[in-house]
């Protein structure tokens, strides 16, 4: 037993120790908490929506031995504030490139989930020559009518259990942070600026873009992506089949290509 109890402490310690840094950036108006691991060129993760700088904690060990991680927590989310109470993923992205020069970080590399993925699609549109390439899994261009009608559904009384459990864990504000989020993801079924990028606009992206989606995407229908393929002159594509919108949240038997494909992205192999 006692043999045990040390190993648990050892491998309690050994998972503090593996961020570099943990720390909190004012940029914006807003409190940013983010993480650091690993050495290398900078890598920028970023979460989907009411999720948190946790749901990477999958992949750290996977890239933090050829990456620099950082890891932050979207306005809000997580361990970040956000005192007005507003998002969009503009503001997400301005949050981003602040985080980024308070760190003296200029190029980088970057992968987003989600809202993440949204977020970096506003960032590669303002400023495209920093980002070196990025991923965006289960992103869009636009909110379509099956996505709104799914935001619409959502509140804090009718959120299933599984849900409102990952919603407790990673966001310490409790009850009252859980309900702002909640109800700003209800919101954006009634906003038509913010995310409402054009064929035009996508073409603007130079970025080296790798593109991931599941074919059973219950928000964002697949065509959506093949779209955003098309208009994007350095973009690939990757459809995989029978995954849903949230595959990416845990590990999977594509973990391995997904690692070898990201790598291969972020070294220019591909040019």
């Not at 720390?23 to 690993?38: L, T």
């Not at 942070?177 to 992206?205: E, G, P, V, W």
Request: contains cysteine.
């Amino acid at each position: 037993m006692k043999n045990l109890i040390l190993l648990i402490l050892a491998l309690t310690i050994c998972i503090q120790s593996q961020a570099q840094k943990e720390n909190h950036a004012d940029v914006n108006g807003v409190r940013i908490y983010y993480e650091i691991y690993g050495e290398g060129e900078p890598l920028l993760l970023l979460h989907g929506f009411t999720m948190s700088h946790e749901m990477w904690t999958w992949w750290v060990d996977d890239f933090s031995e050829d990456y620099m991680m950082i890891i932050p927590d979207l306005r809000g989310h997580g361990k970040s504030t956000n005192p007005s109470n507003e998002f969009t993923h503009r503001m997400a992205a301005e949050d981003m490139y602040s985080l980024l020069d308070k760190l003296e970080i200029d190029k980088f590399n970057a992968m987003g989930f989600s809202t993440g993925a949204m977020t970096l699609t506003h960032m590669a549109t303002m400023d495209s020559s920093r980002i070196k390439a990025m991923v965006l899994i289960g992103s869009t261009s636009f909110f379509p009518e099956v996505c709104r009608n799914l935001q619409k559904e959502v509140s804090f009384e009718t959120i299933d259990e599984g849900w409102m459990k990952a919603l407790v864990r990673q966001h310490p504000g409790g009850e009252d942070q859980i309900r702002i989020l909640l109800q700003q993801f209800h919101d954006m079924a009634y906003s038509y600026d913010d995310m409402n990028f054009t064929k035009a606009y996508l073409s603007s992206i130079k970025t080296p873009t790798l593109i991931i989606h599941g074919d059973r995407d219950e928000y964002f229908p697949v065509d959506i992506p093949v779209e955003s393929y098309k208009a994007m002159p350095n973009s690939y594509l990757w459809i995989i089949p029978n995954y849903v919108h949230r595959s990416i949240y845990s590990r999977s038997f594509w973990a391995d290509p997904f690692i070898k494909l990201v790598n291969q992205l972020f070294s220019g192999e591909w040019q």
